[in-house]
């Protein structure tokens, strides 16, 4: 990583959910590169949840730093963060990612509705919500579908189109490939990364399931990031 | 986009999203049709008696007199006795003048003795005359015309006979001079529906053996002895009375009401029947008071489906906030959607009041004389459906309210 500026780091954060005296999360330091693809192993319980929510700005720590894209997460207000989160982060979650009413076009440009700048970035934002989908294996008509026609694995597929588009520089998946069948897996894997590379952004992946391991960069234990912790505070 | 996001949540539920459609829908129907009742009774109310310039009876409250001459509801205190009546019938201002004689029944309908210019003078409804329907107007000192009622409820045709019993809840008939029907009038929705007409000189004739009240014991006058009696009365209950000019009601007014030799009433009759609806409309108000309530009702059953449908669209919540929605997008998300299911339901309702009104109208006229325009929808209906769906949009706040703070609580992960 050495002198370059990270796309997320963490220092010295604490948190603790409030009336849980017995649970928190404590992560003394760690950082992601711009375009590097780590993959995060941790049981469930071990405060993955927590940690993504920190990151993305729904919860706030009670001190320490977190910084996304060099920016301060602490130093935004509700409002501010809600419009951060859809400029700089896309989501894939484990399942059930998508607006089964809505049509899978309004589902993948969802987020541009929150931020004009991430919008700026996709000046057609239905081509290229279409050709995100064929570069991800959809069929040529799934825009036009109602999400909830869709199979899982299609439902994912969208799940990373949307994530994709307007190229934020974090994607951040959570066991995105748990629903999916092992050979599905390995597919959907390679076509989230390639379109990753395209749109150059960085891809933190959180997962308990460690076969994924080698697709990665680097793979870190949630152990190692975090002291799932006996706070005192 | 949101509007069409908020569409397609509603279609994905259409079930409950329906039901609750369509209840707001039929209190929105139910709402506007007692408008619709409400000023077609109140127009319909109005409409009874026009093209009379002036009621004259006796002196007793203005009222009572559109009551007992209009509506043929309680009694006469006194009459207008014959000499007064010719002598208003004479003055210069008074263009026309028809004497109203009441006292007697025929079953549970009155019996209202009149002249024949009561048949053109009489009008209803802006200006609609009396129809005879089948029959025609009384000719003979017997005849006499019933109103459609008094004819669909005793089951009378043309050349029915009826026996006029003395007095309205009396057992004393006048059997000797029976009548015959020789006119029955179309329906009005006016009292004149439930009157049985016949001529000032029957009711006269009827009477001759009568001193008091009473039967003069063992006399008997032959009807055909009777047709050759001048039958002209001593005194009639009371008149309607058209001048000439508009301008002379007021100055004919005050010169009745201070007529010298016998105290004299003249009313308005317009005036008259705003003063009387003042009391009835009491009524009126309660009805709407009601249907206002069913709406409320309707209101907070969808206040209460969108509260039971939060805990299952928590993960379309966590969706949003997810890609960045502000928990303000979720509740404007739920307002809106309410505002929709709400103007849905008025748009539906206004359909089905239409279409209700399109079936409803040629019945109620044809059964309670009840005359229902369709027309475009008032600025008063506008103003109440516009009402119905701001409604819906505040009473939604509390379930997106809520809503608004499980999303802030959540986050983009769902803890149950």
Redesign the interface.
């Known amino acids: 990583m050495g002198s370059i500026a990270p796309i997320l780091s963490l220092k010295d954060v604490r948190y603790q959910w409030p009336g849980r005296a017995s649970f928190g999360l404590e992560v003394p330091d760690f950082s992601v590169a711009p375009a590097e693809r780590v993959l995060l192993l941790g049981e469930s319980g071990s405060g993955k949840s927590t940690l993504l929510s920190l990151i993305c700005g729904t919860i706030t720590v009670k001190s320490g730093v977190i910084t996304v894209a060099g920016t301060d997460i602490a130093s935004l207000s509700a409002g501010q963060r809600d419009r951060f989160r859809a400029e700089q982060i896309g989501l894939i979650f484990q399942q059930f990612n998508l607006l089964p009413y809505a049509s899978v076009l309004d589902n993948i440009i969802l987020p541009l509705r929150f931020t004009r700048l991430r919008r700026a970035r996709v000046p057609a934002p239905r081509e290229t919500a279409k050709a995100l989908c064929m570069n991800l294996g959809l069929p040529k008509n799934a825009v036009s579908a109602q999400a909830g026609t869709l199979s899982v694995g299609q439902q994912q597929r969208v799940a990373a189109a949307r994530a994709l588009i307007g190229a934020p520089p974090l994607i951040i998946a959570d066991e995105p490939t748990s629903a999916l069948d092992a050979a599905t897996q390995a597919t959907f894997l390679s076509l989230l990364f390639a379109q990753a590379d395209e749109a150059g952004s960085t891809l933190l992946m959180v997962s308990h399931d460690a076969r994924l391991a080698e697709h990665f960069d680097r793979v870190i234990q949630m152990s190692d990031v975090s002291e799932p912790a006996r706070l005192t505070a | 986009?949101?509007l069409?996001?908020a569409l397609?949540?509603l279609?994905?539920r259409a079930l409950t999203v329906g039901m609750t459609i369509l209840a707001i829908a039929l209190s929105v129907a139910l709402f506007l049709g007692v408008e619709k009742v409400r000023t077609g009774a109140k127009a319909s109310f109005a409409d009874t008696i026009s093209g009379t310039d002036l009621i004259v009876g006796a002196r007793s409250g203005s009222v009572q007199l559109l009551l007992y001459s209009v509506f043929r509801i309680g009694n006469a205190t006194n009459n207008l006795t014959w000499e007064s009546y010719q002598d208003i019938a004479s003055r210069p201002e008074v263009d026309w003048i028809v004497p109203i004689s009441l006292g007697d029944s025929h079953r549970q309908f009155r019996v209202m003795g009149t002249s024949k210019a009561f048949f053109e003078r009489y009008k209803y409804r802006a200006g609609k005359s009396l129809v005879v329907n089948q029959g025609a107007i009384m000719d003979d000192l017997f005849d006499t015309v019933i109103g459609a009622d008094v004819a669909a409820t005793l089951n009378y045709d043309v050349g029915d006979p009826i026996v006029v019993a003395h007095g309205l809840a009396s057992f004393v008939e006048h059997e000797d001079q029976p009548f015959r029907v020789s006119g029955i009038l179309e329906k009005t929705g006016t009292p004149v529906d439930r009157t049985v007409i016949v001529s000032l000189q029957a009711i006269e004739a009827i009477h001759v053996d009568w001193r008091s009240g009473a039967r003069i014991p063992g006399q008997s006058t032959p009807a055909d002895v009777i047709r050759q009696m001048e039958l002209e009365p001593k005194a009639v209950t009371a008149a309607l009375v058209g001048v000439k000019s508009r301008l002379q009601v007021f100055g004919l007014q005050r010169a009745i009401n201070e007529y010298p030799s016998e105290p004299l009433l003249a009313i308005l009759p317009g005036v008259a029947l705003q003063e009387l609806w003042q009391i009835v409309g009491i009524a009126e108000t309660a009805l709407v008071a009601v249907s206002g309530m069913v709406v409320v009702t309707a209101l907070i059953g969808m206040m209460a489906t969108i509260f039971s449908s939060l805990n299952e669209r928590r993960?379309?919540m966590a969706?949003?906030?997810?890609?960045?929605?502000?928990p303000?997008?979720i509740l404007s998300l739920l307002v809106l959607e309410a505002a929709l299911m709400a103007a849905i339901g008025a748009v539906i309702g206004l359909v089905l009041l239409y279409a209700g009104l399109v079936v409803a109208q040629p019945l109620v006229d044809a059964a309670f004389g009840l005359w229902l325009p369709i027309e475009a929808p008032s600025l008063r209906e506008l103003w109440v459906l516009s009402g119905v769906v701001a409604a819906g949009a505040i009473v939604s706040m509390l379930p997106a309210f809520r809503a608004y703070r499980m999303s802030l609580a959540d986050?983009?992960?769902i803890r149950i």
């Open positions: 986009m949101i069409r996001l397609g949540s279609m994905a993960r379309e969706i949003f906030r997810a890609m960045g929605a502000r303000r997008v986050g983009m992960m």
